[in-house]
């Protein structure tokens, strides 16, 4: 069984920044793309941005040049580097991990962590 556990949301005043970490743990063998997401009120989810296991990322185009996606494999973390945070950004955001074991593969979310942009 493999766990997600979010940190880093927040309060924040616009033009501010904000860090998200998400750590895996528990058996999780081999994880490939590890991703952000984020859902505002009345909206759907959607992708923020992605990392693969080789380093490879992608991201919504609301975000580039201020969001940076990184991960830790050695510690099986996945992190969001939020700046020039603005009010657009408000929103729920959840980790997206995929990965597998021996036996199964697997599509894990997060909890959840707010982060709220705001003066």
């Known amino acids: 069984q493999v766990q997600l556990v979010e940190s880093g949301g927040g309060l924040v005043q616009p033009g501010g920044s904000l860090r998200l970490s998400c750590a895996a743990s528990?058996?999780?063998?081999?994880?490939?793309?590890m991703g952000w997401y984020r859902q505002a009120p009345e909206k759907e989810r959607e992708l923020v941005a992605r990392?693969?296991?080789?380093?490879?990322?992608n991201y919504v185009d609301s975000v580039k040049d201020r969001f940076t996606i990184s991960r830790d494999n050695a510690k099986n973390t996945v992190y969001l580097q939020m700046n020039s945070l603005s009010p657009e950004d408000t929103a729920v955001y959840y980790c997206?991990?995929?990965?597998?074991?021996?036996?199964?593969?697997?599509?894990?979310w997060g909890q959840g962590t707010q982060v709220t942009v705001s003066s």
């Open positions: 997206n991990v995929e990965g597998y074991t021996p036996t199964i593969r697997y599509n894990l």
């Open positions: 528990g058996s999780v063998w081999s994880i490939n793309t």
């Open positions: 990392i693969t296991s080789g380093g490879s990322t």
